[in-house]
């Protein structure tokens, strides 16, 4: 998926990219964009050397949807079924489903907020510059 965006400042190799919101947005809720704003910021490596101010085309990759989707609402579904699974084979009493469900989700959220800064680094969830769009739309440096 690409966006156009400008950069709003540069950190080393990384760019700060801010977004238009676009149409498609509207009813999805999934990304970074906040409820009564029209821009979000993403962090893409600068891949082709773009100054702050330049508008920019960023490259997301589709896979980084689906893996985020897998684990903010896959993995919980799995916990609450172990909590169901472990309550009927020992427990046997329904409230610890709910116990072991809130636990489970709550390590689970827990390990991904402490794992957040390593799963930046996986490719799925990375975005990069791909090209500088230039006022007269003609020439691109790549």
């Given at each position: 998926?690409t966006?156009?965006?400008?950069?709003?400042?540069?950190?080393?190799?990384?760019?700060?990219?801010?977004?238009?919101k676009?149409?498609?947005?509207?009813?999805c809720g999934l990304c970074?964009?906040?409820e009564g704003?029209?821009?979000?910021?993403?962090?893409?490596?600068?891949?082709?050397?773009?100054?702050?101010g330049?508008?920019?085309?960023?490259?997301?990759?589709?896979?980084?949807?689906?893996?985020?989707?897998?684990l903010?609402?896959?993995?919980?579904?799995i916990?609450?079924?172990?909590a169901?699974l472990?309550?009927?084979?020992?427990?046997?009493?329904?409230?610890w489903?709910?116990?072991?469900?809130?636990?489970?989700?709550?390590v689970?959220?827990?390990a991904l907020?402490f794992?957040?800064?390593?799963?930046?680094?996986?490719?799925?969830?990375?975005?990069r510059?791909?090209?500088?769009?230039?006022?007269d739309?003609?020439?691109?440096k790549?």
């Amino acid at each position: 998926m690409t966006e156009r965006g400008v950069i709003t400042e540069i950190k080393g190799k990384t760019a700060v990219v801010s977004v238009d919101k676009k149409a498609e947005c509207a009813g999805c809720g999934l990304c970074l964009f906040k409820e009564g704003t029209n821009k979000a910021e993403f962090y893409a490596k600068n891949t082709v050397d773009a100054k702050t101010g330049d508008t920019v085309m960023i490259e997301r990759s589709d896979s980084g949807k689906f893996l985020g989707a897998v684990l903010a609402f896959f993995v919980p579904l799995i916990l609450i079924g172990l909590a169901v699974l472990i309550n009927y084979l020992f427990i046997k009493n329904e409230i610890w489903i709910l116990i072991l469900s809130v636990a489970f989700i709550a390590v689970w959220y827990a390990a991904l907020a402490f794992l957040d800064k390593k799963l930046k680094n996986i490719g799925a969830f990375n975005s990069r510059i791909v090209s500088v769009i230039t006022p007269d739309n003609s020439d691109t440096k790549e």
